[in-house]
C-alpha cells in the first residue's frame, strides 16, 4: 500500500446543508509525477465504502503501461468526507463537545466532496485535471465536479453512475439504515455500535451489487441432499464479517444518506440544464446486467451532455462489473481518448 498523504485545511468548512466542519483533513494517495505545466493529472473518484488506495481495488488500472500510465500521468484518489479511511469522519473528535461525532456528523452531499477535494487540487498546484473517472458515488463525484468547475476537467469518465438518486436507490438504502438502527448498539455512540445491523445491511447492499447469474454460478450447489449451511448463506454471513473488521456504521450512515441526496439537477432548473454545463469530453459506461443503477439511466446522461460517446459492457457481474471488468473499461477509455485526441 501506498504512503498515504494527508491535507489538513484549518479553516472551517461550509457545507451545502447549511453545516460545518470546524475544519477539514483529507487523506489521499498518488502515483506518478506533476508535469511542469500541472495538468497530467487523473483524478480517480472511488466508489461507496472504498480508501484512496485506488491501485488495491481497482487492480489492473494504475501503473506504467496501463490505463492510468503512471510513466505520463500523475494519478491521484482522496478518500472522501464522512467515510473512515483517514478523512474527516464521524468517529473524529467533535471540537464542541471533545468527543467523538458519532451521529452528530453532519450531513453530507456529493457537492460537498466535490469542494473538499478543489482544496486538495488547489493546495497541490494541480491547473486542471487530464481525466477524472469513477464508478458508482464516484461517478457521482465526477459529474458533480465536471458540472460544478468545467474549467477544471478536460476530459470525463462515468461509469455505472447516474444523475439523480432513483427511489430503486433510495428504498435499498433505507432497508440498510433500518437494519443499522434496528441493532440497539447503535445508539450507544461507540465505534462498534450498531454493528450487527451493518452486517445486515452489507448482505442486502451486496445482492444489489450481483446478479442472479453470478450468484447463482458463485454459490452453486452442488449436494443435492443439502438442507442447511448453503453457500450463498455463508457467503453473506462470511462478507458481513469482513466488512465490520474494516467499516463503521455511523460512516455507513452517513454514505447511505449522501448517496440519497445526489440530485444534479437541484437549484439548476433541471437535470438537462446541469448536463448542459458539462464542457469536459465525456464517456459514459454502463454494466449492461447492472440493477443499482441501468442502463438506461446511463444512456440519459450520455444524451444530456453535448458530445458525450456511449459505451455497454456486457458482464454478469452487474453493478460490481465496474470494479471487474478492467480489460473492457481500459479499452472503452483509450478508445475514447483517441477520439478526442487527448491520448
Avoid at 493529472?41 to 503512471?70: Q, R, S, Y
Avoid at 473538499?116 to 457521482?140: D, K, M, P, Y
Avoid at 448542459?276 to 442502463?295: E, N, S
Wanted: hydrophobic share 40%; with cysteine.
Amino acid at each position: 500500500m501506498p504512503h498515504s498523504h494527508y491535507y489538513h485545511h484549518p479553516e472551517p468548512f461550509n457545507l451545502e446543508t447549511g453545516g460545518k466542519l470546524p475544519s477539514l483533513r483529507i487523506e489521499y494517495n498518488s502515483w506518478g509525477e506533476l508535469n511542469e505545466n500541472c495538468d497530467n493529472v487523473i483524478w480517480v473518484c472511488h466508489a461507496f465504502t472504498a480508501n484512496a488506495d485506488a491501485k488495491d481495488w481497482w487492480p489492473g488500472m494504475i501503473g506504467p503501461g496501463l490505463l492510468m500510465d503512471t510513466d505520463k500521468y500523475f494519478v491521484i484518489c482522496a478518500n472522501i468526507i464522512g467515510s473512515c479511511y483517514g478523512t474527516s469522519g464521524p468517529l473524529d473528535e467533535n471540537p464542541g463537545t471533545g468527543k467523538p461525532w458519532f451521529r452528530d456528523f453532519p450531513m453530507i452531499t456529493v457537492r460537498d466532496l466535490v469542494n473538499a477535494h478543489e482544496l486538495l487540487r488547489e493546495h497541490l498546484g494541480i491547473n486542471s485535471v487530464f481525466l477524472t473517472i469513477g464508478g458508482s458515488i464516484g461517478a457521482f463525484q465526477c459529474l458533480e465536479w465536471a458540472i460544478m468547475y468545467p474549467d477544471k476537467i478536460r476530459n470525463l469518465a462515468v461509469i455505472a453512475g447516474n444523475t439523480f438518486a432513483s427511489p430503486w436507490n433510495i428504498a435499498l438504502n433505507e432497508a440498510q439504515r433500518m437494519a443499522i438502527t434496528a441493532d440497539s448498539t447503535f445508539m450507544e455512540d461507540r465505534p462498534d455500535g450498531g454493528h450487527q445491523g451493518l452486517k445486515t445491511a452489507r448482505a442486502i447492499a451486496l445482492i444489489s451489487y450481483r446478479t442472479y447469474e453470478a450468484l447463482n454460478f458463485i454459490q452453486k450447489e452442488t449436494d443435492l441432499n443439502k438442507v442447511s449451511d448453503y453457500k450463498a448463506a455463508s457467503y453473506l454471513q462470511h462478507q458481513g464479517n469482513k466488512f465490520i473488521k474494516r467499516f463503521n456504521s455511523y460512516s455507513y450512515m452517513i454514505m447511505t444518506n449522501l448517496f440519497d441526496s445526489h440530485n444534479v439537477g437541484r437549484g439548476r432548473g433541471s437535470i438537462g440544464n446541469a448536463l448542459q454545463a458539462v464542457t469536459a469530453k465525456t464517456i459514459v459506461i454502463a454494466m449492461d446486467t447492472d440493477r443499482l443503477f441501468p442502463r438506461e439511466e446511463q444512456r440519459f446522461i450520455a444524451n444530456g451532455i453535448p458530445g458525450a460517446e456511449y459505451a455497454e459492457i456486457s458482464t454478469s457481474y452487474g453493478h460490481d462489473g465496474f470494479l471487474i471488468e478492467v480489460e473492457p473499461i481500459t479499452n472503452c477509455v483509450r478508445d475514447f481518448l483517441a477520439h478526442s485526441g487527448n491520448v
